[in-house]
């Protein structure tokens, strides 16, 4: 049975910094590409920032320069750093797996809310 569990969201000021944590089970995750998506109140879920089994990146232009994503394979882990939050970025954030657009898995989600 899959599961990709997150942690690290909370309530954070305007500048401020969090680490999101996903840790993975049941899939073989070395080779899984990992995302980060988020999801505001009345929005569509978007990406935020993805890493591939080789560990190339890419990033959301909104995120780019504020947010880091990596990835440790011995623990099964995808980390999200997001710095100099501001109150748009406020959202459930979601981690995703992905292999060959086949088996695709997602988290359960945790809230992000950045305000003063």
């Not at 988020?38 to 990033?59: D, F, M």
Request: aromatic share 12%; charged share 15%.
């Amino acid at each position: 049975q899959v599961q990709l569990v997150e942690s690290g969201g909370g309530l954070v000021q305007p500048g401020g910094s969090l680490r999101l944590s996903c840790a993975a089970s049941g899939l073989r995750f070395s080779i899984y590409a990992m995302g980060w998506y988020r999801q505001a109140p009345g929005k569509q879920r978007e990406l935020v920032a993805a890493i591939t089994s080789g560990g190339s990146t890419n990033y959301s232009d909104s995120v780019k320069g504020r947010f880091t994503i990596t990835r440790d394979n011995a623990k099964r882990t995808v980390y999200l750093q997001l710095n100099s939050l501001k109150p748009e970025d406020t959202a459930v954030y979601y981690c995703n797996a992905d292999y060959a657009a086949i088996f695709h898995y997602w988290g359960q989600g945790t809230q992000v809310t950045v305000s003063s």
